[in-house]
């Protein structure tokens, strides 16, 4: 992107961009946002670490190299809970056996 284009998209002067970039200084969360557009996963923290994954092709890529649709990762929760019921069902049905 050019620097017209980065200052565009995150609603800031021509002049702060190319004050960060003489100064080689950014807020932190300018920095994570110019990631994202570059397609790199900002470090969020040692809780939410997505270091090494990435954007790309509609896809989300994990470091090993698997690709996952915005469908697969909403239907994660779902399979998920019912995996959850299951196990919890299974469970209930063993202490009926015995």
Known sequence: MTKKQVAEYL???PGTVANYEKTNHAPKVIIECLLLLGGKMPSIGR???FEG???GNGY???PSGEKFTSGEILASRITKK???E???ENLRL???KT
């Open 53 to 55: 994954w990435s954007f």
């Open 11 to 13: 609603e800031i002067s």
């Open 94 to 96: 063993r202490k009926q």
């Open 60 to 62: 989300l890529w994990s």
């Open 47 to 49: 809780r939410n670490c």
């Open 82 to 84: 019912l995996a959850d």
């Open 86 to 88: 299951l196990y919890e």
